[in-house]
Every structure is written in structure tokens, then in C-alpha cells.
């Protein structure tokens, strides 16, 4: 009952930047916390940044410095700002986010994913 929408993704090259957006639809009360994962082939998913609804992130020590996570409230969208991208940060990324619906009912609701792919 609540689609996240995925965007942004792309090839770009090591030292480069990209900016991932999600958007959040559907029968939504509130939205507490939004983040980002992501996982390489192989290995397994990762939490790479969250934001909470009152604005307090937390990243991976991964991305620590290069990576920024912001959400913007009024439309239920979380954006993810990957500066001085590594080939090691190539993965699928998905946002995910987690509130209550109309009816009150808790939900938790991953997107598609989106392909980040850094070359050297």
C-alpha cells in the first residue's frame, strides 16, 4: 500500500557524483525513518545512510564524509548525495522507509533499486 519510487542511479566515474531520490505514495499517515541500502553482487545488503522524520541521519563508516542523506517531509521523498564515488560503492542501492498508514497499521516498504556502477 506504499510504493517508494527510486531514481538517479547511473555510470559515472570514480571521483564523480550522483544524487538518488525516493519517493514515498500511497495511503501514508507519517513517515519516521527513510534510508538508503545498498548491495554488491555477492555480498550482502548493506545499510549504507537513514534519516529520521526529525532530521537525525546516520551513515555507514563507508560513506562517511562523501555521502549525505535528506529528506524533504511535505513530499514523502528521501534523497541520498554520493560525492567522491569509489568502485567499491558500486551496487544496487534501495531506499527504504518505514511509518504508519492511514488506518494506523505500521508498514515498511522497500523500493525497486536503483544500478550505481563507478568505474576506475
Known amino acids: 500500500q506504499v510504493q517508494l519510487v527510486e531514481s538517479g542511479g547511473g555510470l559515472v566515474q570514480a571521483g564523480g557524483s550522483l544524487r538518488l531520490s525516493c519517493a514515498a505514495s500511497?495511503?501514508?499517515?507519517?513517515?519516521?525513518?527513510m534510508g538508503w541500502y545498498r548491495q554488491a553482487p555477492g555480498k550482502q545488503r548493506e545499510r549504507v545512510a537513514a534519516?529520521?522524520?526529525?532530521?537525525?541521519?546516520n551513515y555507514a563508516d563507508s560513506v562517511k564524509g562523501r555521502f549525505t542523506i535528506s529528506r524533504d517531509n511535505a513530499k514523502n521523498t528521501v534523497y541520498l548525495q554520493m560525492n567522491s564515488l569509489k568502485p567499491e560503492d558500486t551496487a544496487v542501492y534501495y531506499c527504504?522507509?518505514?511509518?504508519?498508514?492511514?488506518?494506523?497499521?505500521?508498514?515498511?516498504?522497500w523500493g525497486q533499486g536503483t544500478q550505481v556502477t563507478v568505474s576506475s
Open positions: 500511497g495511503s501514508i499517515f507519517s513517515i519516521n525513518a
Open positions: 527504504n522507509a518505514g511509518g504508519l498508514l492511514q488506518s494506523l497499521t505500521p508498514f515498511g516498504s
Open positions: 534519516i529520521t522524520s526529525g532530521g537525525s541521519t
